[in-house]
């Protein structure tokens, strides 16, 4: 073995060899699981757990973690059967509109001293609820102003979802929107609102600089929709005011969906009560930590 003498290139041997001792990996416990690591680049430490290294390699990792996000209430169900343990729990959280199932969340106290063994909580099923594309149709246009032109395209094609209840049913409104179509070239006038709330539109078309034509559209003062709030759920009723506005002749058409916001809720609190019904974890109103 021969030493180095020289001075310059003894001291950068001996900052090397200084280094390697360093950055070798140092236990950090007795059972040699955390180990703690000098990185010369960037000067920092790393710690590593064993456990984990090993866990990538296994077979099968040692407990089930993880966020699983289903879309309907019986896929919720069926999850919770699956999973379940006497530690699960679900909390449901109404601004979101989310339940959420924390499968390995804290066990039970057994005494009033004891709280019982800690869960790690990190295996969750979530619902998320998505709201129906006939639900965001109708939000979508609720309380906007359209010509009558486009409004009459909007019940035409949605006609399927208006229902016979105490306003206009599905015949009526396709027949006012077959008005409104015919009479697009009209100039709107007068309005007379009828004893049973419906409202005439009075209108006057012109055809070719010759006397005009007069005639009358007949609107009821609301009308009844059913659809579902979310994707998979049942029916809702959600009652619409028809509103309107006439401006040098032009008619622009409207509707007001009454407590939808409040129909909503309650179809997912319904779906709470309904979750709660079938599983046997209980259920909180709120959100877990």
């Given at each position: ?25 140092q236990p950090l416990d007795d059972d040699g699981r955390f180990f703690a690591q000098a990185v010369p680049a960037g000067a920092k430490v790393e710690v590593h757990d064993l456990n984990e290294l ?8 040692p407990r089930k973690r993880g966020t699983v996000k289903v879309h309907d209430a019986d896929a919720f169900i069926r999850y919770i059967a699956k999973h379940g343990l006497d530690a699960t729990e ?19 106290s057994d005494t009033s001293l004891d709280e019982g063994i800690a869960g790690h909580g990190d295996h969750r099923v979530e619902l998320e609820l998505i709201s129906s594309p006939e639900w965001n ?153």
């Open positions: 073995m021969s030493i180095d003498t020289n001075p310059a290139t003894g001291n950068i041997d001996a900052a090397i060899a200084a280094g390697i001792s360093i950055s070798k990996p090993r866990q990538q390699l296994a077979d099968h990792p679900v909390w449901a959280n109404q601004s979101a509109r989310q339940l959420i199932g924390v499968i390995n969340a804290h066990a039970a149709t109708w939000l979508g246009l609720d309380t906007k102003y359209l010509n009558q032109v486009a409004f009459a395209e909007h019940l035409e094609d949605h006609a399927i979802d208006v229902i016979p209840a105490l306003g206009a049913d599905a015949a009526t409104m396709l027949e006012i929107a077959q008005s409104f179509h015919a009479s697009s070239t009209g100039a709107f006038g007068r309005t007379e609102r009828l004893d049973n709330g419906s409202i005439n539109l009075l209108w006057e078309e012109t055809v070719q600089a010759r006397a005009g034509q007069s005639g009358e559209i007949t609107i009821p003062s609301n009308f009844t929709i059913a659809i579902p709030p979310f994707v998979g759920a049942e029916l809702v009723e959600i009652t619409a005011r028809f509103r309107y506005r006439i401006r040098e002749g032009n008619l622009a058409l409207s509707y007001a969906l009454l407590n939808a916001d409040l129909i909503q809720r309650t179809a997912f609190l319904e779906m709470v009560d309904a979750v709660t019904d079938a599983i046997e974890p209980p259920v909180f109103l709120g959100r877990p930590a």
